[in-house]
């Protein structure tokens, strides 16, 4: 495996290997490249690990630049062929092979930064450990990690606290309306710098469905601790539900200051 050594990133405290992609288009091809990006690149990217540092075009709408942050030398030289057996990838082929026609080249050049000049950035996402009457998990596959099932969840949206994002991103995933009782997991990635917390929860209404573009495979699994290779393959997804079926609840606060009240509690 690649070695970071003491190399540090912009992005903080965690090294990364930084890659700049130059995109060359038509004129008038930015508006269809720039949809194609947001609808299927971008979380593509995000959902395997790779962080988006930044991407900017220039004043004629021509070149379209771009920096990636991965893991590693290994994650960066693996990464596409694993994007190409995701679900979500397959799906976007008709669209990639018609977005194509705007771009004239491609570069991409390794880069290095030369000091430490940013903040630490963390991100916050959530999951819900949801069980039916006959013990069963609801897990879902995700179009970007096509090959293990996981609990429901995903990241905040902008001015959205643990709460609102849990119960969306159930109700987006899954097509499940659930009611949150308690914190059973929180952990902290420092590789990608991800704060997840992980609540139990119980079905209050809706259809259980998958979510187009988004999950397939929705339904409710017999895992236990002894069976859980059968269905879940990445680690941190392993020690996240293993961790969520003890069910052992933490103390949670969410509150507003000024004036200090507090919204949801979990003893």
């Given amino acids: ?124 996402s959530t999951n819900v450990y949801v069980t039916n009457d006959k013990n069963e998990v609801l897990l879902v596959r995700s179009l970007h990690r096509s090959d293990t099932l996981e609990l429901p969840g995903g990241r905040l949206d902008k001015d959205e606290d643990v709460i609102q994002g849990a119960i969306r991103e159930v109700k987006e995933e899954t097509g499940l309306d659930v009611e949150l009782t308690a914190l059973l997991y929180t952990s902290h990635n420092k590789t990608t710098g991800v704060i997840n917390f992980t609540f139990h929860g119980r079905v209050t209404g809706g259809v259980l469905k998958d979510a187009p573009e988004e999950t397939v495979d929705v339904a409710f699994y017999p895992v236990t601790a002894v069976n859980i290779d059968q269905y879940v393959t990445l680690p941190f997804q392993k020690q996240r539900l293993l961790k969520a079926m003890d069910l052992r609840q933490q103390q949670f606060d969410l509150f507003e200051n000024r004036p200090f009240k507090v919204l949801t509690a979990f003893q």
């Fill in 1 to 124: 495996m690649y070695d970071n050594g003491k190399r540090r990133s912009r992005l903080g405290s965690v090294a990364m290997f930084e890659v700049k992609t130059e995109i060359r288009i038509i004129p008038d091809g930015y508006e269809s490249t720039n949809a194609y990006f947001h609808n299927h690149v971008l979380n593509n990217y995000l959902e395997l690990g790779v962080k988006l540092i930044g991407r900017w075009v220039n004043e004629d709408y021509t070149v379209i630049t771009e920096i990636w942050g991965y893991i590693d030398e290994q994650h960066y030289r693996e990464f596409f062929e694993m994007r190409k057996k995701t679900i979500h990838y397959k799906n976007s082929l008709p669209e990639k092979l018609a977005n194509d026609k705007w771009i004239i080249s491609k570069k991409e050049m390794i880069i290095h930064p030369t000091g430490d000049y940013k903040q630490d950035l963390h991100l916050v």
